[in-house]
């Protein structure tokens, strides 16, 4: 990458904030689950949006796409389109239109 | 002779091939690892008694493993930016500490699926234990994958150091970006299979 030693020092202090934040998420994760003060249906969106929480931070900085070209964006895009297709499937298998 | 472009990037892309190459197969993993959540999705909408992940799984070994991963991807990236300023003893360390963590992390799970097997639980036992073991075997193979790559990086990359420092570094965060990766899909595995 060529980047100078005080951009990568600028770096580290934000890898080890981004810790501390992947560290409070997974307790908040697991509180959450242990204090069963949610609904089985908030339960699970309040994990998932944890959960995505945590994946954006690793992927904006430890994967350092925050900083990243455009046509990493590009070919992250259409994989995105494709997962929900895929999450889908069995959505639309409860459609199933054949019958007797 | 040389790939082009395994150092400075592309003019078109404004990429090294190497990172292009690894996102384009990090593409391909999370069509995979899709794959198998829908799998997961469909038979937990499928299934009238779906039960609770604590009903065969101890969730205190998971958020070990999901904060020795966490830790594991600190290391990496302190990996990459030692040898991005050129101190490869520091790399080597952080290295191999990203391996040793990868290692507690197999340790873990070995624990738990002798936990399983003990208790006589195996994936034909019930269709969660099914997509459970497949879903974690799969995840553990990467992960065994992700440490044998880091640790010959560590072990036997002194000589590509010295040759390139810069090519080097790139090998690096491109390892490192399949380690994230496989860090990023077990934030997801620990709720959807230990908590919900």
């Known amino acids: ?31 959450a689950w242990k204090l069963h003060f ?20 690793v992927a904006m900085y430890f994967m350092h796409l925050s900083s990243e070209k455009t046509m990493i964006y590009w070919v992250l895009a259409l994989t995105v389109v ?16 054949i019958s007797n | 002779m040389l790939v082009p472009h395994i150092v400075k990037p592309r003019a078109d892309t404004g990429l090294n091939n190497g ?13 995979l690892f899709g794959a198998l959540f829908a799998t997961y999705l469909m038979l937990r909408m499928g299934s009238s008694d779906w039960p609770l992940g604590t009903t065969y799984l101890d969730p205190k ?10 830790t594991s991807s600190v290391t990496m990236v302190m990996a990459w930016a030692m040898a991005a300023k050129r101190n ?59 440490m044998l790559v880091n640790g ?23 390892s490192g970006l399949f380690w994230h990766f496989v860090d990023l899909v077990w934030i997801f595995l620990f709720p959807i299979l230990y908590l919900l």
């Open chain 1, 1 to 31: 990458m060529g980047e100078k030693h005080a951009d990568i020092d600028r770096h580290v202090r934000v890898y080890l904030m981004v810790f501390g934040a992947l560290l409070v998420l997974t307790a908040a994760t697991v509180g």
């Open chain 1, 38 to 57: 949610l609904s089985p249906g908030a339960a699970i969106a309040l994990a998932l949006a944890i959960a995505i929480c945590k994946a954006a931070l």
């Open chain 1, 82 to 97: 494709f997962f929900f297709v895929l999450l889908l499937v069995p959505v639309l298998g409860s459609f199933d239109v």
């Open chain 2, 19 to 31: 990172k292009l190459g690894i996102w384009l197969f990090l593409a391909s993993e999370v069509m």
């Open chain 2, 61 to 70: 070994w998971a958020a070990l493993n999901t904060i020795v991963l966490i």
């Open chain 2, 88 to 146: 490869f003893n520091k790399f080597r360390f952080f290295m191999l500490m990203t391996v040793g963590l990868g290692f507690v992390f197999m340790i873990i799970k070995y624990i738990e699926y002798s936990a399983k097997f003990d208790h006589h639980y195996y994936p034909s036992t019930h269709v969660f234990l099914a997509i459970y073991f497949t879903l974690t075997g799969l995840h553990g193979l990467h992960v065994l994958g992700g």
């Open chain 2, 152 to 174: 010959y990086f560590a072990l036997f990359g002194r000589k590509a150091y010295d040759a390139d420092p810069e090519w080097f570094t790139n090998r690096i965060e491109n």
